[in-house]
């Protein structure tokens, strides 16, 4: 079975562009979440999806953005790109929405997203 | 404070050696735990889920104690392949609203020759 894929793998940008980053879950889950992971530091949490709802926001400005679509298949939106912004995006599918007993998130492989 | 705290290291071991790694989180109603493993410039990979109980698979086990908010993984006979980031994550979810995991800064481990 295919695991988390997400594309592209690598891209490059200048400041000020927009993003779109894509991600397809494993297959059978619904629950899709966005991490952003700077060089040196562990992965912080952007936003989770659930069913096409929004189901959770980490500390992000606005210009970070994100769907989920009916075959649970997600995008990552980022405008106006600031330097700060490099970094390995990754996107986690799980089976279940949380709580007690919940499955743990698989993760992909990233895209890794360098502004200039 | 960060919500989870890790020593970053790196823990420089030869093989053979046991190793263990501790962490800390702040909420106490955090709900679901885990140890994942990050290989350099790849995703982070589910090593094994955290209960009260403790857990054992293999040459790992963790440890949990809700009581002091502290978290442990245990890696005994340690191999060089063993070598990697060891990221301590508490997933925040509260009765199924929300899945957010919180990781620690990681802990890298390299197993010398």
């Known amino acids: 079975d295919a695991g988390v894929t997400q594309s592209p793998t690598h891209l490059i940008k200048t400041r000020g562009q927009h993003v779109t980053l894509r991600c397809s879950p494993i297959s059978g889950h619904k629950s899709v979440s966005w991490y952003q992971q700077v060089l040196g530091q562990g992965p912080q949490f952007i936003f989770q999806?659930?069913?096409?709802?929004?189901?959770g926001r980490g500390n992000f400005p606005d210009r970070f953005s994100a769907r989920q679509f009916p075959n649970y298949s997600s995008e990552l939106n980022v405008n106006a790109l600031l330097l700060g912004d490099s970094a390995l995006y990754l996107c986690a599918s799980s089976s279940t929405t949380g709580g007690i007993g919940n499955q743990p998130q698989h993760f992909g492989d990233g895209t890794r997203l360098s502004i200039l | 404070r960060k919500e989870v705290e890790q020593d970053p290291g790196p823990f420089n071991v030869p093989e053979g050696a046991t190793v263990a790694f501790n962490c800390t989180y702040s909420?106490?109603?955090?709900?679901?735990f885990f140890w994942y493993r990050q290989d350099c410039r790849k995703e982070p990979k589910l090593l094994m889920s955290v209960y009260s109980s403790g857990n054992e698979d293999g040459r790992f086990t963790a440890q949990l104690n809700r009581a002091s908010q502290y978290i442990s993984l245990l890696i005994r006979d340690s191999k060089l392949s063993d070598s990697a980031t060891y990221l301590c994550?508490?997933?925040?979810?509260?009765?199924?609203?929300?899945?957010?995991?919180?990781f620690g800064t990681g802990t890298l481990l390299a197993v010398q020759p």
């Open positions: 994550v508490v997933n925040k979810g509260y009765g199924g609203a929300t899945n957010k995991l919180i």
């Open positions: 909420n106490s109603a955090s709900q679901s």
């Open positions: 999806y659930y069913e096409k709802e929004e189901r």
